[in-house]
């Protein structure tokens, strides 16, 4: 079992960049696929990256894709998600979130193929 927790939210302009961590608790976090997902009020938790254990394997939303970065720490058992060019339709509540299973075994940007979540991060973006 792993937990979860995010940080690093925060209000920021359009334009502008934000990190945020998730950090996970036990000794195998390296053994975990991550995504993060974002879910804004009164709509659906939507896909917006993964990464695979060892950092190897990458998948974006297309909305995200060249703006955002999503990285991994092993070491740390931390995952991040660097968010450049940030636009008002960025803004959303972001979840970590981590399945045991290997990529490629299953729809990584599907959420209820996770099996762990973190309480989530608010990003703002002004206009």
């Known amino acids: 079992q792993v937990q979860l927790v995010e940080s690093g939210g925060g209000l920021v302009q359009a334009g502008g960049s934000l990190r945020i961590s998730c950090a996970a608790s036990?000794?195998?976090?390296?053994?975990?696929?991550m995504g993060w997902f974002r879910q804004a009020p009164g709509k659906e938790r939507d896909f917006v990256a993964a990464i695979s254990r060892g950092g190897a394997t990458i998948y974006y939303v297309d909305s995200v894709k060249g703006r955002f970065t999503i990285s991994r720490d092993n070491a740390k058992n931390t995952v991040y998600l660097q968010m450049n060019s940030l636009k008002p339709e960025d803004t959303a509540a972001y979840y970590c979130?981590?399945?045991?299973?290997?990529?490629?075994?299953?729809?990584?940007?599907?959420?209820?193929?996770?099996?762990?979540w973190g309480q989530g991060t608010q990003v703002t973006v002004s206009s």
């Open positions: 979130a981590a399945t045991s299973r290997p990529w490629g075994t299953i729809r990584i940007t599907t959420f209820v193929n996770y099996d762990y």
């Open positions: 036990g000794r195998t976090f390296s053994s975990y696929t």
